[in-house]
């Protein structure tokens, strides 16, 4: 990689699920199946409601709906689900993810991938990017507090051993950019299955496609300003 030369961000932080891999509907196809095999139901609008929470909230919610196994059980399962889908149909990035990830790689920024999602799944993911992708990663099960807090966010930047006000993180959900706003990160909203407006991102984009490290550089320039101001 080639060493920064803009004056911007040390680091990106990304979530993963419907941020950089468009791997929501993977989960939904999981989670119906399993609800309706203990004799329940489970709508696309309660699926939505999940979308950035921990696994093992979302756990406790199967449970309520009849799955009667436990939480470390119900995680496992549908991480096995999504794992299986993933190796089934590779990995279904999300418009614009992997060329703009890949455009910051060469850049020379430092990234990490900060998700909810068990660390062996980011780590296959992560494995099957054609790329060196990620020089951190935390899954949901390496951090005692779970977005919206914004320790899943201070983690990454520790591990990359850069300060949380010189990084930029990259959302689809409530939850999660609650998290990342917390932290004090820089943050852009890219929506996928549900709305960010009136969330508090940086920047709303429509999507990563098209996307570049100027841009990236602009967006934490004018937010380092609004910080001083």
Known sequence: ????????PKAVLWDMDGTLVDTEPYWIAAET???????????????????????ESSARIFQRHGVDMGVEEI????????????????VPYRPGARDFLLSLREAGYRTALVTMSRHRMAERIAG???????????????????????????????????????CVAIEDSPTGLTAAIASGAATIGVPS???????????LWDSLEGRSVDDLVALWQGHRAEARA
């Open 1 to 8: 990689m080639t060493s920064l030369h803009n004056p911007g």
């Open 33 to 55: 199946p399993l609800v309706e095999s203990f004799g329940g139901t489970w709508t696309h609008e309660d699926a939505l409601q999940l979308v950035g929470n921990d696994l």
């Open 75 to 90: 995680v496992e399962h549908l991480t096995d689900r999504v794992l299986a889908q993933i190796a089934e149909q590779g």
């Open 128 to 166: 099957l990017i054609d790329f060196d992708a990620f020089d951190a990663i935390l899954g949901g099960d390496d951090v005692a507090r779970p977005k919206p807090h914004p320790e899943p966010y201070l983690a990454g930047a520790r591990a990359l051993g850069v300060d949380i006000d010189d």
């Open 193 to 203: 299955l549900v709305a960010l407006g009136g969330v508090g991102a940086t920047q």
